[in-house]
Antibody, heavy 120, light 109 residues
Framework: QVQLVQSGAEVKKPGASVKVSCRASGYTFTSYYMHWVRQAPGQGLEWMGIINPSGGSTTYAQKFQGRVTMTRDTSTSTVYMELSSLRSEDTAFYYC?????????????WGQGTLVTVSS | QTVVTQEPSLTVSPGGTVTLTCASSTGAVTSGYYPNWFQQKPGQAPKALIYSTSSKHSWTPARFSGSLLGGKAALTLSGVQPDDEAEYYCLLYYGGAWVFGGGTKLTVL
């Protein structure tokens, strides 16, 4: 069965960076893109960007350009999202979500979420 | 900056029917925006319901349906159950980038 398992909660100081992982299993890792989405406490979902695990190409939301880096490791079927220059407003749950762009543009399975807390 | 707008909140009676909509600040939503819909309950990750406007996942209950309605994407729940009380989000495709709607809190009362 498809599973996306994310890394554990993180506490970071303002100005630091955080790297969240999402390990995929149960399907061919390079056949599906991966979205990264975040959700601040009590707020809605916010799209951050997407990575193609096959070639590593990325597209980032304009808001996060210059601060976010998405990478992948095909040997471990893991994608990573690194966010730098953290501020308190970055406190949120961060989710990975699998995406198939085979003409149907399907977003289906989600990771369990990783809470990142930014506090001095 | 593109904004995707949903009703902030809706209330429906058990057994009733309700339609949630998803509008784009760029104009009418068409099938080319590949609307996806998600349900999120408190303390849980979002769960996918609909993709490409109206296609259901294998786990999507039959009472959920997606469509285009009056220039918006729409999610209709027929025969609403108490368990359908949740936040619902749409997601639209803008040629490489994606944007979520602000979410609709559905109350079953």
């Amino acid at each position: 069965q498809v599973q996306l398992v994310q890394s554990g909660a993180e506490v970071k100081k303002p100005g630091a960076s955080v790297k969240v992982s999402c390990r995929a299993s149960g399907y061919t890792f390079t056949s599906y893109y991966m979205h990264w989405v975040r959700q601040a406490p009590g707020q809605g979902l916010e799209w951050m960007g997407i990575i193609n695990p096959s070639g590593g190409s990325t597209t980032y939301a304009q808001k996060f350009q210059g601060r976010v880096t998405m990478t992948r490791d095909t040997s471990t079927s893991t994608v990573y999202m690194e966010l730098s220059s953290l501020r308190s407003e970055d406190t949120a749950f961060y989710y990975c979500a699998r995406y198939l762009s085979s003409g149907y543009y399907i977003v289906d399975y989600w990771g369990q979420g990783t809470l990142v807390t930014v506090s001095s | 900056q593109t904004v995707v707008t949903q009703e902030p909140s809706l209330t429906v009676s058990p057994g009733g029917t309700v339609t949630l909509t998803c509008a784009s600040s760029t104009g009418a939503v068409t099938s080319g925006y590949y609307p996806n819909w998600f349900q999120q309950k408190p303390g849980q990750a979002p769960k996918a319901l609909i993709y490409s406007t109206s296609s259901k996942h294998s786990w999507t209950p039959a009472r959920f349906s997606g469509s285009l309605l009056g220039g918006k994407a729409a999610l209709t729940l027929s025969g609403v159950q108490p368990d359908d009380e949740a936040e619902y989000y749409c997601l639209l495709y803008y040629g490489g980038a994606w944007v979520f709607g602000g979410g609709t809190k559905l109350t079953v009362l």
